[in-house]
């Protein structure tokens, strides 16, 4: 256990969340759910027992270091590592494996997102300590998939091949992009495919290794940059090199390249929490499929809505069908749950 260590991948800005979500404040410091804890807090719980406290990491943008040391006092402060521009995953993960390196050349790592949600942390934490175990020795990378429910065409996919002898865990066969909605009912019908969670277990040397296979320009950068980890220049030398990555995704750089890649099937109640609408999904509904997140919210008539509005006293609402209403810091959202995919551009506008 000592030698496991979690990185947080926390630099988002969840814009199909506005108004709840802002660039200054984005969704994975708010409390999406109503449960009294922001999205990053529960990421953290969840992995409560696989390591201590001062193992965890969090990647995230130079805006967020004060949210994030708020919100996750326990976290060593050293270990809130800030970009000083967003270039996607993989520049994000190579600088959290090369500082993380230097501290543990034994280090066994866990990559998150920051963002979902999770209902069985139990079968979570069981997933993620057999995936460790699988990898801790090992060059091989472990990706957990999330055993699809319905015809999702908002998900990547994976497809599982043959599985290893006494084992839960089977090789990828190949990774998918985000489905039409015929395709995604074939890869539920076909029973193999996976929804591609965006979780990798890794050792630091694989991950480090791989790298520099298959995303040469950004682990040379990361050589360039290692002399000043942990010193007085490291802030400037990061200001400096780190805009200079490709910007470019994990899975693009590495795992649809990789060989030895393998994937976890895992049914612990996933979320991304991408939308209104998957929230919607994960809330309890009332009688006439509404729910809500809020103070003293009255609906008369309404049905198949979806309201959050925490910071209101009492919200009455009348006649409403299928839509959203959302309110956050004198911002005030009300959008068909039909056209929430033009939120983006709605608060853009």
Known sequence: MKHHHIVIMAGGIGSRFWPMSTPTYPKQFIDVMGVGK????LTVDRFGGICPPENFWVVT??????????????IPEQHILTEPEARNTAPCI????????????EANIVVTPSDALVIDTEEFRRNIRQALKFTEHSDSIVTLGICPTRPETGYGYICAGEKLEESEIHRVDSFREKPNLETAQQYLDAGNYLWNAGIFVWNVNTITAALRTYAPQIAGVMDELAPSLYTEKEAEELKRLFPTCEKISIDYAVMEKAKSIYVLPADFGWSDLGSWGSLHTLLTPD????????????????????????????????????YIVAEKDGRLL????????????????
């Not at 922001?38 to 807090?41: E, F, G, H, K, P």
């Not at 499929?289 to 509005?309: A, E, L, P, S």
């Not at 009300?334 to 506008?349: G, P, T, V, W, Y």
């Open 287 to 322: 009688e006439r499929q509404n729910t809500k997140v809020g103070n003293d919210i009255r609906m008369f008539d309404c049905r198949n809505c979806i309201v959050h509005t925490q910071d209101e006293k009492q919200v009455v609402i009348e006649g409403l069908d299928g």
């Open 94 to 105: 190579a600088y959290a494996s090369w500082k993380i390196r230097q501290q543990d050349a």
């Open 334 to 349: 009300i959008c068909r749950l039909k056209n929430e995919q033009l939120i983006k551009e709605f608060a853009k506008s």
């Open 61 to 74: 943008s130079e805006a967020y270091k004060d949210i994030v040391r708020k919100q996750l006092p326990d």
């Open 38 to 41: 922001s999205l990053i807090q």
